[in-house]
Every structure is written in structure tokens, then in C-alpha cells.
């Protein structure tokens, strides 16, 4: 009997990524994105409304946060295409994770399969011709999700206070495009690292209500 060959670890990434490429093909060239709601430039600044305290809803948190803070070391046209093409790549690869866990014996043609459907679709072409990059973002990080809450029930050691209190989205203030990225990202801290993830959740809310308190009585 001949055992059956384990696909490469790198397989599903690499195909994810392979998608992303040619999908974003038009990104790469040179120049600043300048297409409807996807409009960079190269410096972005810690506005009010970056910050959440104008007198607006505070629709562009936390998208022009990051922006603004990472443009002060990368430019601002290339952190906003990184960000476009990271999302579709990382949506891509999370849809074939999850497949791997949810109907494990499709094996990696599965796999390939879930992750074609997530890149290739209506959704996603029209996400890029509306400039909604910061949309695609937060739609990368549902199947990371998913699969981590599929992890989470089939681990019930994992989950403790502060996965819940992490993951509470009466905690989080932004708007819900990528309210998601933020809570899938300080629930990994705080499960596999407890001391930053409760550090970081607790400096970035005292800052905002700080601020917004010291607005409201100005």
C-alpha cells in the first residue's frame, strides 16, 4: 500500500497569494490611489476625525488611525495598496483554512477551491471598483474568525475571561468595518499573550474616552 502525500504547508498560502496578484495586477504600478473612497496620499495626520472626536459619527475609526500612523514610516500610497493587497490575500488564505476545518476531507483541491470562491467573486470586484479597501479588510478577517471560534469550541481550555472580554463589542469603539480586525486581533493577545493583550485594550480605550471626554467639556 502506498501512503498518500501530504500537501506542503505552503500550498494554500502561496495560491492565496498567487490570487491577490493578479487580482490587484492594476496596483502595481506607480502612483496614488485616487478612485472614489480610495484616495491616499502620501502623509496622513492624527485628525480629530482619525481620532474619534469630531462631531460626527466616528466612521473613520480605526482605518485613518492606522493609516495615519503607519504613513509617518511607510508612504501613504503604499500603505493604503499593502493594506488592499494584504486583505485579499489573507481573505483567500482564511477561506482555505476554514475549509480545512470544516470538511477536512476535501483536502487541499478543497481548499484551493474555498479559496478562489472568497477572492473570486461580485463582492470583492465591487469592493475594488468602489475603493472600499478598508471593507475588504474587514472581510479578510471573517473566515480567521470563524476559524478561530471553531477552534475555541473544539478547545474549551482556550476560552477564559479574557478571550470574552476581548471579543465584547460594546468595548470597541469605531465603526464595524473593521471593528472585526481589532477584536480578532487583541483576542489572539490575549489569549496567547494575557499581559499585552489586556494592555493594549485597556491603553487604547482610556486614550479614546480620555480625549473624548476632554472634547465634550471644551
Not at 496622513?44 to 469630531?54: E, I, K, R
Request: include cysteine.
Amino acid at each position: 500500500m502506498t501512503r498518500a502525500r501530504r500537501a506542503p504547508a505552503w500550498a494554500l498560502p502561496a495560491y492565496a497569494l498567487l490570487l491577490a496578484v493578479v487580482v490587484t495586477a492594476p496596483l502595481w504600478a506607480p502612483g496614488y490611489l485616487l478612485l472614489r473612497d480610495a484616495v491616499s496620499t502620501p502623509r496622513s495626520y492624527f485628525s480629530d476625525a482619525a481620532l474619534g472626536l469630531s462631531e460626527s459619527a466616528p466612521r473613520a475609526l480605526p482605518q485613518d488611525f492606522l493609516v495615519a500612523g503607519l504613513s509617518t514610516v511607510v508612504d501613504g500610497g503604499v500603505v493604503v495598496k499593502a493594506l488592499l493587497i494584504a486583505g485579499i490575500f489573507l481573505a483567500g488564505w482564511g477561506a482555505g483554512r476554514l475549509a480545512a476545518l470544516l470538511v477536512a476531507d476535501a483536502g487541499l483541491p478543497g481548499q484551493l477551491v474555498a479559496a478562489t470562491l472568497a477572492v473570486w467573486n461580485p463582492y470583492v470586484a465591487e469592493r475594488l471598483l468602489q475603493g472600499h479597501w478598508s471593507l475588504l479588510v474587514g472581510y479578510a478577517c471573517l473566515p480567521w474568525v470563524a476559524a478561530a471560534v471553531v477552534r475555541l469550541r473544539a478547545e474549551p481550555a482556550a476560552r477564559g475571561p479574557a478571550g470574552r472580554r476581548c471579543c465584547s463589542g460594546s468595548r470597541w469603539p469605531g465603526s464595524p468595518r473593521l471593528v472585526c480586525c481589532w477584536r480578532l486581533l487583541w483576542r489572539w493577545c490575549a489569549w496567547r499573550h494575557p499581559v499585552p493583550g489586556y494592555v493594549g485594550c485597556g491603553a487604547w480605550q482610556g486614550c479614546w474616552r480620555r480625549r473624548r471626554s476632554r472634547r465634550h467639556r471644551g
